[in-house]
């Protein structure tokens, strides 16, 4: 069965320094994967999302996420972080019909 | 485009009562979905339509959980003689048929149920 493990509940970075959040996950075949953002009061909006070729995808706010097929890992990074990043981020996987949702990273960003 | 809507963002009931959610998709987008997303958790899909075809309702929740695309524009969620267990918030998106450029779900804002 398809699932998504983020191993982090909660991360804080200072503004200006790089993240990582991190992001597993299980699936029979060549996974359709996502990181979705989720601010207080908002709907998720998507940041990227990977479905073939190039493993290192990009994405909107300058984020981007490596696929990496042998450690079943789809990680978002971004090499400096602002202060309005601060928000949950939440790794899925799956078909359309069918994403499963990791339980989220919440981002907590130091000034 | 004003994005996908949802009504009302806020909704307390007393436990047994019927409650109903409402879904205005994006207006060009044929697929519709819902979720439940708990405290702590992802979103967890619960039921999808393909214009007013409702193609997987295994996973809704129990059969207190109903949901509705009549025109095929927007959609009800139905939650009858609610428990406190379902509290939560009730997310709605929608996408174009997958497969075609920009496909990817668009999310509303949620709605928050309370059952007290």
């Known amino acids: 069965a398809q699932s998504v493990t983020q191993p982090d509940i909660h991360i804080t970075v200072s503004e200006g320094a790089s993240l990582e959040l991190r992001c597993n996950y299980s699936?029979?075949?060549?996974?359709?994967l996502f990181w979705y953002v989720q601010s207080p009061g908002q709907g998720l909006q998507l940041l990227l999302k990977?479905?073939?070729?190039?493993?290192l995808v990009q994405g909107i706010k300058g984020f981007e996420a490596e696929f990496k097929r042998s450690q079943s890992s789809f990680n978002l990074r971004k090499p400096s972080v602002h202060w309005s990043d601060a928000a949950e981020y939440f790794c899925?996987?799956?078909?359309?019909?069918?994403?499963?949702f990791g339980a989220g990273t919440r981002l907590t960003v130091k000034p | 485009d004003t994005g996908v809507s949802q009504d009302p963002r806020h909704k307390i009931t007393k436990r047994g009562q019927n409650v109903t959610f409402r879904c205005d998709p994006i207006s060009e987008h044929n697929r519709l979905y819902w979720y439940r997303q708990t405290l702590g958790q992802g979103p967890e899909f619960l039921t999808y339509?393909?214009?007013?075809?409702?193609?997987?309702k295994s996973r809704l929740l129990s059969d207190r959980f109903s949901a509705e695309r009549p025109k095929g524009s927007f959609s009800t969620l139905e939650i009858q003689r609610t428990e406190q267990g379902d509290s939560a918030m009730y997310l709605c998106?929608?996408?174009?048929?997958?497969?075609?450029?920009?496909?990817?779900?668009?999310f509303g804002p949620g709605t928050r149920l309370t059952v007290t």
């Open positions: 899925a996987v799956g078909a359309p019909d069918d994403m499963r």
């Open positions: 699936y029979g075949a060549t996974p359709y």
């Open positions: 990977y479905f073939s070729g190039d493993t």
């Open positions: 339509f393909q214009n007013e075809a409702q193609l997987e």
């Open positions: 998106a929608s996408s174009l048929t997958p497969g075609q450029i920009g496909d990817e779900q668009y």
